[in-house]
């Protein structure tokens, strides 16, 4: 193989000192991936990215009568780039691509910041790949200037990738002087998810991955499939491919972070209630309070289990929280905590009872109607907390009149004092108080639902002004 190798870069050279071959490149797009193998390995070092032997859905391209893929060299740090006038939410989630897919492997790509990108509209960066007058780096956007609809029709087309090949002649290389994508910049204001799964796929191409099914793998689940056959994130599949590329990360990973997931609108299934995915960190975690969500191959979900969820990165990051903060936050918003009690004003109202709530009267409130033939169950489920917490629970009946839960009386009335369930406790408590209490068998009407936690020794005079997590929700008894 060298000598065939030698006799071709050898004529190569002479045709181009003879001015007959100036040098070339080429550019394909939505392309897709890379992988490892030393022995594909050339003569110079001097680029970001270099050639490895093809595998499963790696982009390929034919260089000196060979196919080959291309891949970032393992330890460079690739820059990524925005423009100028991208959005918060393109921005995010461009950040949060780039944390899914370092955390699978030992890539490095890095958020930079912003820039004009303006330069590479007109042509999608096809003069400045030819030129080599830009950094090696990935150039992301969702600019909606006109110029920008030649290499992104947003009639047909939600993200299109630019992978630009130059081949250097003289050092018998092939390699990557700049990626350009261009997201449709519509999908922030349709759907959250759409926008970050578009983005995830984009970066997969980046980075060296293509589409399964142009390489026969029609039903493989992966984020660079398309929606009849795709996960919405990463996938086994292509955590083989990255690990294939880029080998398993030893170094730390960027910060981890949890957020609630829905399909994208173009997937044909819905994950399950309370299913959060991570991004950040090194795969995989260890995870507590929650089961892997495992359909399509998902490699990133979960599934909360209980009213609370703790996290360990195995780059030792940690990450915690309630589970009930997921009908509360916002579409995407990182849930990751530092303690169970972080983050000073956490109050939160739910107009029914919600699955997974630390005080939880049964899934017969959870659409906010009990009905005669139904029953209440009366459960208790607090994380372990990494200082002393107390903690206060209140009911509301219908006619007014408040009561305290105590550990060691049961519901004492309310009368001007607070009345705490337990002082000064570490966790984790899982407790039963009733179960299976005819509903009827209570007066009918609005019930509340009143939890209260603070560090330990907090004056009750001035709780609201530092940590604490409050929750509270309502019910109604209806009987014939």
Same mark, same amino acid.
Not at 105 to 120: F, P, T, V
Not at 264 to 272: E, K
């Given at each position: 193989?060298?000598? *065939?190798?030698?006799?071709?870069?050898?004529?190569?050279?002479?045709?181009?000192?003879?001015?007959?071959?100036? @040098?070339?490149?080429?550019? *394909?797009?939505?392309?897709?991936?890379?992988?490892?193998?030393?022995?594909?390995?050339? +003569?110079?070092?001097?680029?970001?990215?270099?050639?490895?032997?093809?595998?499963?859905?790696?982009?390929?391209?034919?260089f000196l009568w060979k196919k080959v893929s291309l891949r970032w060299r393992p330890g460079i740090t690739v820059p990524i780039y925005i423009d100028l006038r991208d959005s918060e939410a393109f921005e995010t989630a461009v950040k949060r691509a780039i944390k899914i897919w370092n955390s699978l492997g030992e890539i490095h790509l890095q958020y930079k910041g912003r820039r004009d990108l303006s330069a590479l509209f007109d042509d999608c960066g096809e003069e400045?790949?030819?030129?080599?007058?830009?950094?090696?780096?990935?150039?992301?956007?969702?600019? *909606?200037?006109?110029? /920008?609809? %030649?290499?992104?029709?947003?009639?047909?087309?939600?993200?299109?990738?630019?992978?630009?090949?130059?081949?250097?002649?003289?050092?018998?290389?092939?390699?990557?002087?700049?990626?350009?994508?261009?997201?449709?910049?519509?999908?922030?204001?349709?759907?959250?998810?759409?926008?970050?799964?578009?983005?995830?796929?984009?970066?997969?191409?980046?980075? %060296?991955?293509?589409?399964?099914?142009?390489?026969?793998?029609?039903?493989?689940?992966?984020?660079?499939?398309?929606?009849?056959?795709? /996960?919405?994130?990463?996938?086994?599949?292509?955590?083989?491919?990255?690990?294939?590329?880029?080998?398993?990360?030893?170094?730390?990973?960027?910060?981890?972070?949890?957020?609630?997931?829905?399909?994208?609108?173009?997937?044909?299934?819905?994950?399950?209630?309370?299913?959060?995915?991570?991004?950040?960190?090194?795969?995989?975690?260890?995870?507590?309070?929650?089961?892997?969500?495992?359909?399509?191959?998902?490699?990133?979900?979960?599934?909360?289990?209980?009213?609370?969820?703790?996290?360990?990165?195995?780059?030792?990051?940690?990450?915690?929280?309630w589970t009930a903060k997921m009908f509360e936050a916002a579409n995407g918003q990182n849930l990751c905590q530092e303690s169970f009690l972080q983050g000073g004003i956490q109050h939160e109202y739910w107009p029914y009872e919600i699955p997974w709530a630390p005080v939880s009267v049964g899934e017969s409130?959870?659409?906010?109607?009990?009905?005669?033939?139904?029953?209440?169950?009366?459960?208790?489920?607090?994380?372990?907390?990494? /200082?002393?917490?107390?903690?206060?629970?209140?009911?509301?009946?219908?006619?007014? /009149?408040?009561?305290?839960?105590?550990?060691?009386? @049961?519901?004492?009335?309310?009368?001007?004092?607070?009345?705490?369930?337990? +002082?000064?406790?570490?966790?984790?408590?899982? *407790?039963?108080?009733?179960?299976?209490?005819?509903?009827?068998?209570?007066?009918?009407?609005?019930?509340?639902?009143?939890?209260?936690?603070?560090?330990?020794?907090?004056?009750?005079?001035?709780?609201?002004? %530092?940590?604490?997590?409050? %929750?509270?929700?309502?019910?109604?008894?209806?009987?014939?």
């Amino acid at each position: 193989m060298s000598k *065939k190798y030698t006799i071709v870069i050898t004529y190569l050279c002479f045709l181009i000192s003879q001015g007959t071959v100036p @040098g070339f490149w080429f550019q *394909k797009r939505d392309v897709v991936h890379i992988l490892v193998d030393s022995k594909a390995q050339f +003569f110079s070092i001097s680029h970001k990215s270099e050639i490895v032997h093809p595998y499963r859905y790696l982009e390929t391209e034919n260089f000196l009568w060979k196919k080959v893929s291309l891949r970032w060299r393992p330890g460079i740090t690739v820059p990524i780039y925005i423009d100028l006038r991208d959005s918060e939410a393109f921005e995010t989630a461009v950040k949060r691509a780039i944390k899914i897919w370092n955390s699978l492997g030992e890539i490095h790509l890095q958020y930079k910041g912003r820039r004009d990108l303006s330069a590479l509209f007109d042509d999608c960066g096809e003069e400045e790949a030819y030129e080599g007058t830009w950094e090696e780096a990935i150039y992301a956007t969702e600019n *909606k200037e006109a110029a /920008t609809y %030649g290499c992104l029709n947003p009639h047909y087309e939600e993200g299109v990738t630019y992978l630009y090949y130059n081949i250097d002649l003289w050092g018998a290389e092939i390699y990557w002087p700049l990626i350009v994508i261009f997201i449709d910049s519509n999908l922030k204001n349709s759907s959250w998810t759409d926008l970050q799964t578009t983005v995830i796929h984009e970066f997969g191409h980046a980075i %060296g991955l293509d589409h399964p099914f142009n390489h026969g793998e029609l039903l493989t689940y992966s984020v660079m499939n398309y929606y009849d056959y795709e /996960t919405t994130y990463t996938s086994k599949s292509d955590l083989e491919l990255i690990r294939y590329l880029y080998q398993t990360r030893q170094s730390p990973g960027d910060p981890l972070e949890a957020f609630q997931a829905h399909y994208a609108t173009m997937g044909y299934n819905l994950f399950p209630e309370a299913t959060f995915c991570l991004a950040g960190g090194v795969y995989p975690p260890m995870v507590t309070g929650a089961q892997p969500f495992t359909s399509f191959d998902h490699i990133l979900c979960y599934q909360a289990l209980s009213s609370w969820v703790e996290i360990r990165s195995s780059d030792g990051q940690d990450c915690k929280f309630w589970t009930a903060k997921m009908f509360e936050a916002a579409n995407g918003q990182n849930l990751c905590q530092e303690s169970f009690l972080q983050g000073g004003i956490q109050h939160e109202y739910w107009p029914y009872e919600i699955p997974w709530a630390p005080v939880s009267v049964g899934e017969s409130a959870q659409d906010g109607w009990v009905s005669s033939e139904e029953t209440l169950d009366f459960r208790l489920s607090f994380p372990p907390f990494e /200082t002393p917490a107390d903690i206060y629970i209140a009911v509301s009946l219908p006619d007014e /009149t408040w009561y305290f839960l105590t550990s060691d009386q @049961g519901f004492i009335p309310f009368t001007g004092t607070l009345l705490p369930y337990a +002082f000064g406790v570490l966790g984790p408590i899982e *407790k039963d108080i009733f179960s299976d209490l005819p509903a009827c068998a209570l007066p009918e009407g609005i019930y509340g639902v009143y939890f209260l936690v603070l560090p330990s020794g907090t004056n009750l005079q001035d709780w609201e002004k %530092g940590d604490y997590f409050f %929750g509270y929700y309502h019910f109604q008894i209806v009987c014939p």
